[in-house]
């Protein structure tokens, strides 16, 4: 019997009445949000709370699963798994009152592969839009559920990667296009999905030569992001030791930046205004760059503006808010720096160890970290702390933002927050 089977299970009857009628903006349908960069520009949730002060509802979640929550509608979407993998299962519960709406297993893994403490089995998170769910645990399964009957309308168990250290990389959408990273021990690949039925439309693998037989150095767990750069589309996809940027139409690669950090994580952020792409580099220590993405081929001499690398992250991804970005080290160091230099406007320890990526809403950022600790301050010239607030159990996945409510996921619940004066 999994250990999550205890989490009631409603009606399908309930999921059809359902209400739709939810604004773009408080939707929350991918890892980092509707923007991709971690910003709800609307959302308004409160910097202040605790078991028991301002939980709308708490909701246990047992097994181990990093996959960070979304949201559409009335519905709030996750992937979960057993402590030991050998069972992985999609999660839906609903938005207003926590109940758990579906709760089923998707797949088995008969021998479980070994998984790095940072990691689950169930890390990448899902990507929702009106009906229809896409749920990921890279190459042990993929999955799209109708969600409004809860049936599954594809799957594919035949994407070929040891992820050895576990999977991370979220699917993304891009018009007909469900785009996934698969960048593991022994394959490296981005795969484009007719997202309406799972058949391979482009798939185009990384080059091989990493100079090591080290499977940490090979693999990453970065999801990416398109953007449009003179007009010409760009899919900007980090992986260990590069980044490149692929047409995300056919795949074919357009330029590429090579870097010595290696298992890289994080999502990256784009300015328009100053047309960088920026971006941690992961592991071994991280290491913050800018990119000009104008470029042809290697353009690692010629388009790499500058790279920060005192006290940068290697798991948390960065903000990018009015010129500036914000990252939060693993080791619990806030920095700011200047968008165009790459130069240190102030540095604050916050304490505690992150995984979680931070998010911005309400005027404020909010740094959630492993030991059930979310930071709040706000952006700007100098550090300014507005609150700090503790939860029963840590931080891995990254916080939800939907109106003025917030989804936390810790490893044993699911939360929503919200001012109830």
């Known amino acids: 019997m999994s250990v999550v089977r205890f989490l009631s299970i409603c009606t399908l009857l309930s999921v059809g009445l359902l209400s739709l009628n939810v604004s773009a903006e408080e939707n929350w349908p991918e890892f980092r949000g509707p923007n991709t960069n971690g910003q709800a520009l609307q959302g308004n949730p409160p910097t202040s709370w605790s078991e028991g002060q301002n939980v709308v509802w708490k909701t246990p979640l047992p097994g181990r699963a990093w996959s960070s929550p979304v949201v559409w509608g009335s519905q709030i979407w996750m992937t979960n798994a057993t402590e030991d993998g050998t069972e992985l299962f999609g999660v839906c519960l609903d938005r207003n009152s926590g109940e758990v709406l579906y709760n089923e297993k998707l797949f088995d893994l008969a021998q479980p592969p070994e998984i790095h403490k940072f990691n689950s089995f169930s890390s990448p998170s899902p990507i929702i839009e009106e009906g229809r769910v896409y749920l990921s645990w890279g190459s042990y399964g993929l999955v799209c559920l109708d969600t409004n009957t809860m049936k599954q309308i594809w799957q594919r168990r035949d994407l070929e990667c040891e992820h050895y250290r576990g999977p991370g990389s979220s699917p993304i959408i891009f018009q007909n296009l469900l785009i996934q990273h698969y960048d593991g021990y022994d394959y490296q690949y981005v795969i484009a999905l007719d997202k309406n ?17 080290n499977g940490d150095q090979k693999k990453a767990y970065a999801t990416p992001i398109v953007i449009e750069v003179e007009g010409q589309l760009q899919l900007i996809s980090p992986t260990s030791k590069g980044m490149f940027a692929y047409n995300p139409l056919d795949g074919s690669e357009i330029w590429r930046v090579t870097y010595d950090g290696f298992s890289t994580p994080c999502r990256p952020v784009y300015d328009p205004a100053t047309g960088l792409v920026i971006i941690s580099t992961g592991f071994s220590k991280g290491v913050i ?83 059930g600790q979310t930071t709040v301050f706000r952006p700007g010239n100098e550090y300014e702390e507005v609150a700090v607030n503790q939860l029963e159990d840590g931080f891995m996945a990254s916080p939800a933002i939907i109106g003025n409510a917030m989804i936390l996921r810790t490893r044993s619940a699911v939360y929503r927050v919200e001012n109830k004066n």
């Open 197 to 213: 039925t799972g058949d391979t439309v482009w798939r185009t693998k990384r080059p091989k030569d990493f100079g090591t037989d």
């Open 289 to 371: 760059i800018a990119v000009n993405p104008t470029g042809k081929g290697d353009v690692t001499e010629t388009h790499l503006v500058w790279e920060q690398k005192k006290s940068m992250p290697s798991k948390p991804s960065p903000l990018l808010i009015d010129g500036k970005i914000y990252v939060i080290q693993d080791q619990g160091v806030a920095t700011c720096l200047d968008v165009k230099t790459g130069d240190p406007i102030w540095q604050q320890r916050i304490g505690g160890n992150y995984s979680a990526s931070p998010v911005f809403a309400g005027g404020n950022i909010y740094a959630s970290n492993e030991d």
